[in-house]
């Protein structure tokens, strides 16, 4: 299914992602983005190396940044959660996806 539009994408980059990471980000951090208002979907994609960078997709800008507001936001709640494995502090950027195309889902 190709997708039109355009999706906002949250880009967190982490060092230090191993299987228990993978395993709280499933169990976790996925329900929580479920019910933040206009959230699209996450990959959360892992190097040998455990470099990882999770892309979140909302559906508008103000979406993608409402999580980022206030000294407790949400965002930094979800980090938090894996401040034991970092090797070095997670950077953080926006884009905007452009082109898209999802034949079929990836497995879970």
Avoid: C
């Avoid at 996925?30 to 208002?37: H, N, T």
């Amino acid at each position: 299914m190709a997708k039109t539009g355009v999706v906002h994408v949250n880009a967190p980059l982490v060092v230090g992602f191993d299987h228990v990471a993978s395993l709280e980000f499933r169990n976790s951090v996925v329900p929580a983005l479920r019910e933040q208002d206009g959230y699209e979907g996450v990959y959360v994609l892992v190097s040998p190396q455990g470099q990882a960078l999770a892309l979140t997709l909302w559906r508008d800008e103000e979406a993608a940044d409402a999580g980022l507001e206030g000294g407790r936001s949400f965002y930094s709640e979800q980090l938090e959660k894996f401040v034991t494995i970092y090797r070095s502090p997670p950077g953080r950027e926006h884009y905007e996806v452009v082109v898209a195309d999802l034949p079929a889902a990836v497995p879970a």
